[in-house]
């Protein structure tokens, strides 16, 4: 049956007003949309001091010693561009903040005593995975880079073997993670569904609001990650 001109016209409306729907929900989509949620911002105030380390650094003078891992390809000197001097002004704690390379913290000798941790994507697998192994005061983990399949794993090239992957995958050892443990990840971020697994399993705290696996959303929530660490120490 031929299609008069308005019925290709409306269907023709129709599929481009689809595109758009789906385009926007991409999670470029939802940013350009602003339904990411807001960029945080690093806190106006002064930093604490930095002291550059054999290993990473020291952010912070006094009290407990919190570990904190970067994501994959990040650096010590990432958390300050990040931020992280000024968002630790009036706590509590200093960081141990370490380099590492992109084995996702498997190999990792803490090079100093700690009572908790702190980690980003690559970083938060790797506290969760200390988590898994010993207990800690708490554990804050903001959009932890997990794995629920080898497959998924093995995409990313980040780990020596499969036997590798298995050991320290925290989503295998949940039943092992007994600390505090606070997860935040965006509702756009990759790594979303696994991260909100892992949290159900272990009873944590936290948020899965809007955002994306980026540096505006990990300063949003850094505060909250904070906090949660430093009302356990």
């Not at 505090?180 to 569904?193: K, M, R, S, Y």
């Amino acid at each position: 049956m031929a299609m008069s001109r308005r019925a290709v016209l409306i269907g023709g409306v129709g599929l481009v007003g689809a595109a758009g729907t789906y385009g926007a929900l991409t999670p470029r989509g939802r940013r350009l949309l602003g339904w990411t949620g807001p960029d945080g911002v690093v806190p106006n105030v002064p930093p604490v001091p930095v002291q550059a380390t054999p290993w990473g650094a020291w952010m912070g003078t006094a009290g407990p010693t919190v570990l904190v891992l970067h994501g994959r390809g990040g650096s010590a000197s990432w958390w300050e561009s990040l931020g992280l001097p000024q968002f630790l002004n009036g706590r509590g704690f200093r960081c141990a903040v370490v380099n590492g390379g992109e084995d996702y913290w498997v190999g990792l000798t803490p090079p100093v005593p700690f009572d908790a941790a702190l980690g980003v994507s690559m970083g938060g697998f790797g506290v969760l995975d200390i988590a898994s192994r010993r207990p800690l005061k708490a554990v804050a983990a903001v959009s932890p880079a997990l794995f629920p399949t080898w497959e998924d794993a093995e995409r990313i090239n980040g780990f020596a073997s499969r036997e590798v992957w298995e050991q320290h995958e925290p989503l295998r050892h949940t039943a092992a993670i007994t600390s505090p443990v606070g997860v935040w990840c965006g509702q756009e971020d990759p790594f979303h569904d696994p991260a909100r697994d892992l949290a159900r399993a272990v009873g944590a705290e936290g948020a899965f609001e809007h955002g994306e696996h980026d540096g505006g959303y990990w300063r949003r929530v850094l505060p909250e990650a904070l906090g949660f660490i430093e009302r356990r120490l």
